[in-house]
């Protein structure tokens, strides 16, 4: 009887092919070629896991394919036959597939991949080679003279068909300002791409970016829209290509759940459809076509849009009849665009139109909400979780010498109102101490806080010498009015900041408490194109009428709040030192993230040593802990 033998050292262990096959879903491609060559066993086992996905976005394909036509990719063996060779052996093991160079198009259609899980075209319209940017520079320049010679818009080049199906669908573009050569390329590269998504039919995910368009004219969308309805798995479609009619792609791809579109459809259908669940629609709609979507796809649960169109009469009846209608599933709401788009948290009226209909919402997000919005969203969603502020890339700049745009009052009636709501972040919201003074607060299981605390009272320079010595002076000794004051004004304070902090550490289950103020500028040339870029203006956009964060003022009653993971206070005059660094590495152990010591990414402002120092300091005393900075490094 043959005995079952069991391995004997790691090295047997890891010759399993189920543990090995498991250890590479958590390797890095650079782990897993490393691996590869290890043994013979090894690259027989982990080389599909290897190429299962390819990115030419990541790693070192860019650096490569910057060259592969030119001297020094040939001489580094990295030249178009090389691309063509790895796809050609490798191809059968990738199932997913992000491209943005043209080149590796050509070589996956060649390979006849045709086991893709997700195919992936994004950028594809700017990506060159030193090379081709070169002769397109060159060519554009020659178009500028024989612009101003008046000579004719050349011609499309004429190129072969690949196959007969993209008779009368599609031809190739006007050369324009494109070489020649780049323009007979792009044909063939477009119907590669089209042959390649046509080939494979099982995908589940495929994103067309817009640069597609680009490559070659299309002279038929209902092609374009019956190749994609052709992929009848197809669960995620990102269709930045402007192709067909959304209720027509959601009706044949029966399991597509995730949709996000450039346009939007004007069609109306005559009954549900699809069994979509998330939509993204990258523009601004109208209200009517707001409710018709709502009617139409039951199963939604979460919706963006860019914003919506003012509110009309006639779509206010509209909206009105779909109150007796069944309620929408919608759960989640964004609207992603600024400040002057219109939508439900800037407009109370439209707010009221819709908002009946979505009692179900658990998380919005906006832009810019006003106080009057606030009141027509927490009387309708009672259900609500989460309320979010964008923080977009210019959320975090203010127009120098004009009003920043804060708001005082809106969160305060979520504070007080909202008892579902586990977020509530608000880069441009403040709540007025006021309101924590007076008004208690229902939201006991936040978890994550993001605004500001404003207007509490704060001495002065001077009025802090002041204090100290009435610190020397006899019980019974007489105080000036100045000095009065000033006591008055302390007790105030003392009085102001024990309300916060108690009320603050009555969320005890908060993970993240961000106080930062994120209306700092860093480079004002996105606001105002009058002043220089390296112009910066911390000192002047400092939030001073905040929280001291200091142990004098109260900071340990904080202490409740053990589950915190991250702490914010960039921004604002606070007065934390040495002493409140040691107190909150010692009481808060879970915290992982802290904002507040970091130089911002600043490069023309004064160094602030002492800044510098704290991190330093909390460093020693917290190593594991991240300083982390609102503003991106590439900023």
């Known amino acids: 009887m043959n005995e079952n033998k069991t391995p004997t ?52 394909w860019s650096k490569i394919l910057e060259h592969y036509d030119a001297d020094e990719g040939k001489a580094a063996g990295h030249d178009e036959l090389w691309a063509r060779r790895i796809f050609a052996k490798y191809g059968r093991h990738i199932r997913n597939l992000s491209l943005s160079w043209r080149i590796l198009i050509d070589a996956a259609n060649d390979a006849l991949c045709s086991n893709l899980r997700s195919f992936h075209i994004t950028n594809v319209r700017d990506k060159l080679t030193r090379k081709e940017k070169l002769e397109k520079k060159l060519e554009k320049e020659l178009a500028n003279q024989q612009a ?10 004429t190129g072969p068909l690949l196959s007969p199906e993209f008779e009368g669908a599609l031809q190739p573009s006007d050369v324009a300002y494109r070489p020649k050569d780049l323009q007979e390329r792009d044909w063939i590269t477009a119907q590669n791409f089209w042959i390649l998504t046509r080939r494979n039919t099982r995908l589940l995910s495929l994103t067309l970016s817009h640069g597609l368009r680009e490559l070659c004219e299309v002279v038929s969308d209902d092609y374009i829209q019956d190749v994609v309805a052709g992929l009848l798995e197809l669960r995620y479609l990102v269709n930045s290509f402007e192709f067909g009619d959304p209720y027509v792609l959601i009706t044949r791809l029966r ?14 259908p005559s009954s549900t459809v699809g069994n979509l669940k998330t939509l993204t629609i990258q523009e601004r709609i109208t209200t009517r076509e707001l409710v018709v979507l709502l009617r139409h796809l039951p199963s939604l649960e979460s919706l963006s849009v860019r914003s919506l169109t003012r509110l009309t009469e006639e779509e206010a009846a509209t909206a009105a009849t779909i109150k007796d209608s069944i309620p929408s599933q919608l759960r989640r709401l964004f609207f992603s665009g600024f400040e002057r788009a219109s939508h439900i948290g800037n407009d109370s009226r439209l707010a009221d139109a819709v908002l009946p209909w979505m009692p179900y919402l658990e998380h919005i997000e906006f832009y810019h909400v006003i106080r009057e919005s606030a009141f027509s969203i927490l009387r309708h969603c009672r259900q609500l979780r989460s309320i ?51 008004h208690p607060w229902t939201c006991d299981h936040l978890e994550s806080f993001h605004c500001q605390v404003g207007r509490v009272e704060r001495l002065l320079e001077k009025e802090e010498d002041i204090l100290d010595r009435l610190s020397s002076k006899d019980h019974d000794a007489r105080l000036s009015a100045e000095e009065q004051e000033v006591a008055q004004k302390y007790a105030q304070s003392v009085n102001q900041h024990r309300h916060v902090y108690e009320r603050l550490a009555s969320l005890t289950h908060l993970t993240r408490l961000d106080l930062s103020y994120e209306l700092r500028t860093v480079r004002l ?47 604002i005059d606070h007065r934390i030192d040495k002493p409140e660094l040691e107190w909150m590495a010692a009481s808060w152990r879970r915290l992982k993230t802290m904002r507040g010591l970091t130089d911002d990414h600043e490069p023309q402002s004064a160094h602030d040593r002492r800044k510098s120092a704290l991190r330093v300091y909390m460093m020693q005393l917290r190593p594991d802990v991240i300083h982390e900075s609102i503003i991106p490094a590439h900023d």
């Open 9 to 60: 050292s790691i090295g047997q262990i890891f010759d399993i092919v189920e543990i090995l096959d498991l250890v590479g879903l958590f390797l890095s491609p650079p782990d897993l070629l490393n691996c590869c060559q290890v043994s013979h066993h090894w690259n027989i086992l982990l080389t599909p896991r290897l190429w299962e996905t390819i990115d030419d976005s990541r790693h070192s």
């Open 148 to 157: 101003q010679t008046n000579d004719p818009w050349r011609p499309a080049v």
């Open 255 to 268: 399991h597509l759940d995730t949709l996000c579109t450039a346009k939007w459809s004007q069609l109306e």
């Open 388 to 438: 979010v502020q964008t923080k977009d890339h210019f959320s975090l700049f203010a127009k120098l010498g004009k009003d920043a745009g804060l708001q005082y009052k809106t969160f305060a009636e979520f504070l007080c109102d909202g008892a579902h709501l586990r977020i509530l972040s608000g880069p441009r919201q403040v709540v007025d101490v006021d309101d924590i003074v007076e």
């Open 525 to 571: 040339a996105y606001e105002d194109r009058h002043i220089k870029s390296t112009q910066s203006t911390r000192d002047r956009t400092l939030m001073l009428d905040c929280l001291e964060l200091t142990l004098k003022s109260g900071l340990s009653l904080l202490a409740p709040l053990v589950n915190l993971e991250m702490f914010g206070f960039l921004g």
